[in-house]
């Protein structure tokens, strides 16, 4: 069933039309890949999804909430939404364990033992159970962008949003995110990434999007895609 569901939404910067008249339904656990152009508004797309955007016009339900509907709580869609950004957003002043506790503690009020319990949990998954109590700067950026993971899963969130998490990584540290991010996909957890990776879009993913001018280009299966003749 439906979990993203965008009906004639668009979205302006000032008189620059960002997003055109967009239709489009993520149903959950899919897994879909978002790639185009520099510019083209793939990362707009994907910020309206947690309200990081607003839309100017058409309907946008996301996990049930309706983000053009001004008395909707962001926050209730924050808590199923996660995201994972290109620099990674961690607490600079937190270690790598409290990043992970720190939202569930604050939005969730989940108890301290269980909570380490879950973040301990996720670091192990992503292999930073042995730097829990570095802080961000001690890591490289392939570990951060782990960290950043697993924060997101410690808040069992409905939907992972992933806006280029391999772009600012050096190519060494590439393949162990995108082996994380497998994992979250193995999850069932829907994903929505913009990414560069085509070994991902065409592998893990279940839908490959072209995006180009504010517009859905193309919408197809990655084998369509590309095995087209
Ligand atoms: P992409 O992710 O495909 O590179 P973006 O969604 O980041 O594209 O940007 C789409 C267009 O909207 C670009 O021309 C960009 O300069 C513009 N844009 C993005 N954010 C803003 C903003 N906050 N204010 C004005 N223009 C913006
Ligand atoms: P990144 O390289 O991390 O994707 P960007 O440089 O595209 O970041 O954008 C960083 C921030 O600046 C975003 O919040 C984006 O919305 C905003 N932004 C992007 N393009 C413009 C623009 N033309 N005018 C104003 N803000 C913009």
Redesign the pocket.
């Known amino acids: 069933s439906a979990i993203i569901d965008f009906k004639n939404v668009d979205k302006y910067?000032?008189k620059?039309h960002?997003l055109k008249d967009i239709n489009l339904t993520i149903n959950e656990g899919e897994v879909v890949s978002i790639i185009?152009?520099?510019?083209?508004?793939?990362?707009?797309?994907i910020r309206t999804i947690n309200g990081l955007e607003k839309i100017n016009s058409g309907q946008l339900i996301v996990t049930g909430y309706d983000l053009a509907d001004k008395k909707t709580d962001i926050n209730k869609i924050r808590k199923n939404v996660g995201m994972v950004f290109q620099h990674f957003n961690l607490y600079d002043n937190h270690t790598v364990l409290e990043n992970v506790m720190l939202a569930p503690k604050i939005v969730l009020k989940r108890p301290d033992d269980e909570n380490k319990k879950i973040a301990m949990k996720y670091l192990e998954k992503v292999g930073m159970a042995d730097k829990i109590d570095s802080y961000p700067r001690q890591l490289s950026g392939g570990q951060k962008q782990r960290v950043a993971i697993a924060r997101s899963l410690a808040m069992n969130p409905k939907v992972i949003l992933f806006d280029e998490p391999t772009s600012a990584l050096d190519p060494e540290m590439i393949q162990d995110v995108l082996d994380v991010m497998k994992f979250v996909a193995d999850q069932g957890i829907t994903m929505v990434v913009?990414t560069h990776e085509m070994g991902f879009a065409k592998k893990v993913s279940n839908r490959l999007i072209f995006?180009d001018s504010g517009k859905v280009l193309e919408d197809r299966k990655p084998e369509e895609f590309f095995d087209h003749p």
Request: proline content about 6%.
């Open positions: 910067y000032g620059f960002a185009g152009p520099s510019g083209s508004g793939k990362s707009t797309l913009v995006f």
